[in-house]
């Protein structure tokens, strides 16, 4: 017996699976969503063991992580116009297939230049994968009662999937080796990918027209310098020639593109979507929410480990908070956006986020973590949920069902590439505030000068000093000044966002009454 497929025009409404078929297949493209996620965040917490275990440099292990995040980041657009012109369910089977094969070669491999590489083709598969699961989620969904609330639940599986990856790091490196972090991604998709060819009915564009080599090239190679041209500007410096000449050019082929995309017949993404009502609001909600999100996760974690003494796994399992929050709240969304409009439920949670912040520029070293990261993280969470799946809800709704792809690769694309953002801009404030505090330390004394580098940097120093007072003034001295730097961040990103929430507000009611 062959799977169903759904073959979808703007004429024909597509026949959908039955209530618990559609929430079977929910649960399973969840799944699949989850692993390219947790990947993104996995990782992290292994990095001093894969330093260890293969004698890598800095820069390679940065790369370990940047190589994936960078080939996610850029690819998630073509992919959803893949997924359109291919079918989507059949992109998300090969993406699921090859993640399965590059993770297991991945946990073999003896050589961190090998590794750097499966991390890149890892991100390939990722691409693929995350736009299939929410096109067809929306395909599965449409016309239905429960379209928003499904997309909700995928927008929390995002969320999730962010704050469990350090979680399951954590855990599998407490009882196994590091090949365990590839490991695990073969556990969950190989079911996810057998499931899916059963369960998950086919859909595809029935409007295909000519191919847009030219768009996707095009697309492909500004995102890939304005997302490497970040990555790279706090270690270079962001006003060096590579990343100022790399950024500049990135608009250049952005500006080319969109020339392109308005020139040929069949674009492979119709710019006119950016027109309809709220969804550049939308999207620039959806943004900022991730820079700020992928910003904080990167700095707390550091916090809970450098300043707090957590382990890996604890360090893990204190973010586990904002996922159970997060996952609580993100079925209220839709009933809040139906209740009060999505125009006050979006940058309602956008406010939200920014009090959570707040709330972190108050913590220390020393004072209760239930008393101020646990509600910071309730804020921030029910902030996401109100915010990403009526934001994500209105983009996919005003694109054709032909281009249903493409607009969920464009919602992950400006995801990804917020995240992105946030952990390079972020880290560099944080960077810069910390130096600045180390200096009166560090200036004393040549042997101290790399203790201004990072807070670890500064633990590692004063381990090798005897004890007495110069090593207690090192440590105290470095977790004072992260904090500093810490507090200015959550200052910083509190005021983007109440800032935010007011203007998207604005343009609310501005599109509302045009």
Known sequence: MTSPTIDISPQQAAPAPR???????????????LVGVMDNTIINVGIPTLGRAFDASTTQLQWIVDAYTLVFAVLMLPGGYLGDRVGRRKI?????????VVSSVSAM???????????????????LVFPATLSLISTIFKGTKHHALAVGLWAATAGLGIALGPVVGGLLLEHFEWPSLFWINIVIVLPVAGISSFLVPESRSNKLGRFDAVGMCLAIAALGLFVGSIIEGPQLGWTTLP????????????GAFMAWEKRVDSPMLDLSLFRASNVATCSSAIGLAFFSLFGFTFTITIYFQAVRGYSALQAGLAILPFAVVMGACSPLAPVLARRFGTGRCVPFGIALMGIGFWIVSF??????????????MIFMAMGLAFAQGPATDIILSAAPSDEIGVASGVNDSIREIGGTIGVAVLGSILTHVYRDQMSTVTSTSPSLSAAGDSIMAAQQIAATLPEGSQQTTLRATASDAFLSALHINCLILTGIMLMASILIAFRFVHNARH
């Open 19 to 33: 209530a618990r078929g559609r929430f079977i297949a929910l649960a399973v493209l969840c799944l699949a969503e």
């Open 92 to 100: 998300l089977i090969t993406g699921l297939l090859g993640f399965a």
């Open 109 to 127: 491999t003896t050589h961190i230049t090998v590794l750097i590489g499966l991390r890149v083709l890892l991100g390939i598969c990722a691409a």
């Open 243 to 254: 990343v100022l000449g790399g950024l500049a050019t990135s608009i250049l082929l952005a």
């Open 363 to 376: 913590a220390d070293a020393t004072n209760s973590y239930w008393a101020v990261m646990v509600p910071a």
